[in-house]
């Protein structure tokens, strides 16, 4: 089905304001399909309208100026330092909702977010930031379960709700993430080195080491202490192949348990349009993280559990190889014995 048929489908089921995009680039692109694909008629504002190639076929494409008069809600997918065309449309911007998508190059690039700068430049438009932690790419090819999260923040409560609702449509989960104050970080977000990994690492490193000192005191220091056995060889296969499984379930324990506590905060509250703590959002957001550091424990374990009887099996033909060399030796032994007794 061509995206135009899906998109007149979905304006006859329920008929959707404009959404307008200013920029033709790679996001605005993908955004304007998702949109459309979702039943949003998207009009693009674009500096060259003659010249756009490659829009989504049942959008418009139009000036910024006369894009602008059709539609609330306007997604700027322009860099930043190509805001300076807005000015000029400040008395068609008056009381439109903004959206800033945009991302930087370098973490805290410049002193003041894009948005709060933006909201500064066009002081008459409501600026609401988000959608810049969903790549182009994730839009288009629709590969969103693992991104599908949409971090949104604004000053003004009833716009962030209108870009939420949009999100929603779109298949994303919108998350409020406060007032303007919070674009910096959302800013910085997308260039942060596996943001949501520290939080298993850490867990996973302060368990490892628990149960190391635990294992060690059991299994090695207990018998040499009580029997004075020296079992140190132990520390190198069997010690790590008993921290790996208790780590790896526990880790996997974690994964389920907070969707378990946020199932009786709802039953508790009598409502799930309430938001979360804070504490458990943070542990929700990584349980995908935990449990591929669970898995990865897993694998361990299985590998350790594989060396044992390797281990076990290679000291076996060893001692099984002394032994026959022992043997034949002695019947050798025996039968000069047998010699010299017979003269
Ligand atoms: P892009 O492909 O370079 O497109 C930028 C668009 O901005 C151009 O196509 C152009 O559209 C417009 N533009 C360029 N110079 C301009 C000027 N001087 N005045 C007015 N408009 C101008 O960039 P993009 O990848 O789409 O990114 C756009 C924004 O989305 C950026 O802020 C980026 O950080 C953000 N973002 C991108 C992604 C991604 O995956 N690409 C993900 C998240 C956020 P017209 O020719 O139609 O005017």
Redesign the pocket.
């Known amino acids: 089905m061509e995206i135009s048929e899906i998109a007149a489908d979905g304006e006859n089921d329920h008929k959707q304001e404009a959404i307008c995009i ?7 692109r993908s955004l304007g399909m998702r949109l459309l694909m979702s039943g949003y008629p998207v009009i ?1 504002g ?3 309208p003659q010249n ?1 190639t490659l829009i989504p076929s049942g959008a418009q494409v139009h000036t910024h100026a006369d894009a602008l008069k059709k539609s609330k809600i306007i997604f700027l ?4 330092e ?1 805001y300076d ?1 807005l000015p000029a449309l400040s008395n068609l911007l008056d009381g439109k909702i903004l959206v800033d ?3 930087n190059l370098k973490m805290n690039q410049y002193p003041e977010s894009n948005a709060q700068y933006l909201s500064q430049l066009v002081p008459e438009a409501i600026v609401v930031k988000g959608f ?1 932690t ?4 994730a839009l288009q090819s629709g590969s969103l379960d693992a991104n599908s999260q949409v971090f949104v923040c604004g000053d003004d409560n009833k716009s962030k709700q209108q870009v939420m609702d949009v999100a929603r449509r779109l298949g994303l989960t919108p998350l409020d993430r406060g007032s303007l104050l919070a674009a910096k970080e959302l800013e910085n977000y997308p260039l942060q080195l596996f943001p949501m990994w520290r939080l298993p690492l850490i867990i996973a490193s302060v368990l490892t080491v628990f149960f190391f000192f635990y294992t060690v005191v059991i299994d090695v220091i207990h018998p040499f202490v009580t029997k004075n056995s020296d079992v140190s060889y132990k520390l190198a296969i069997s010690v790590p192949n008993r921290i790996f499984p208790n780590v790896s379930l526990i880790l996997l324990s974690l994964v389920y348990l907070p969707g378990v506590i946020a199932a009786f905060i709802q039953l508790y509250r009598g409502t799930k349009y309430r938001r979360f703590p804070d504490w458990l959002d943070k542990w929700m957001l990584c349980r995908k993280q935990l449990g591929l550091v669970a898995l990865a424990y897993a694998f361990l374990h299985v590998l350790y559990t594989y060396i044992i009887p390797t281990r076990f099996s290679v000291r076996w033909r060893w001692m099984h190889s002394m032994i026959e060399e022992t043997k034949s030796t002695y019947s050798c032994l025996s039968k000069q014995n047998l010699f010299t007794i017979w003269g």
């Open positions: 200013f920029g033709t680039g790679d996001f605005g693009y674009s500096r060259n756009s997918a322009v860099h930043r190509n065309f998508v945009s991302n810049n969903v790549s182009a790419w």
